[in-house]
């Protein structure tokens, strides 16, 4: 069973970020777009891109749950460490690299 996950979505054009799709799962009762996030990665240089920052500002409106499976702190880590990770196979992709 996962405890938490996302799914990352990006179009790039000329090093340009022109579309970019978020979603969450196991870090609200239902599966969660992050539409702050989206809009704040649009228009975006890939160049220089600080993934980290990014991926703070893709959880920070998430109010994860406290279960028998994880901490709700412990989800917001997960998910900061899931997010960066999905963010940048999601950019290699939507260059062609993946």
Do not use: K, Y
Not at 30 to 58: K, M, Y
Not at 90 to 96: D, F, L, N, S, V
């Amino acid at each position: 069973m996962a405890v938490a996950g996302v799914a990352c979505g990006l179009s790039v054009h000329d090093g340009t970020i022109t579309r970019a799709a978020i979603a969450w799962f196991g870090m609200d009762p239902a599966p969660v777009r992050v539409d702050a996030a989206e809009r704040a990665l649009t228009g975006s240089a890939v160049p220089g891109l600080d993934l980290a920052e990014v991926a703070a500002a893709a959880v920070a409106d998430l109010d994860p749950p406290d279960d028998q499976h994880a901490s709700a702190g412990g989800r917001l880590r997960m998910g900061r460490a899931l997010a960066r990770r999905a963010l940048a196979e999601a950019i290699e992709e939507a260059r062609g690299n993946a």
